[in-house]
């Protein structure tokens, strides 16, 4: 999926630090490792490979910068 990346937010879900981002023009939490998301620039445009699962945040296995 290409996104790009409008906002990104460290915040604590269930207990746990997570790192987040939203896309535009989605409406799924986006959540990554603390590595690839110091990695992620607001406002540039990404492919990433994620995995969903049901009633859970969307994870992020993976990006790679779309020029």
């Known amino acids: 999926m290409t996104m790009k990346v409008i ?3 460290k915040e604590v879900y269930e207990g746990k630090t997570v790192f ?3 896309g535009e023009g989605k409406k ?7 590595e690839d998301w110091e990695q992620i620039n607001v ?3 990404y492919l990433f490979k994620y995995e969903k699962r049901d009633n859970n945040p969307v994870e ?3 990006f790679q910068g779309v020029k």
């Open 7 to 9: 906002d990104k937010k």
């Open 20 to 22: 987040r981002i939203r």
């Open 28 to 34: 799924e939490r986006f959540h990554m490792y603390k």
């Open 43 to 45: 406002g540039q445009v």
């Open 60 to 62: 992020i296995l993976g």
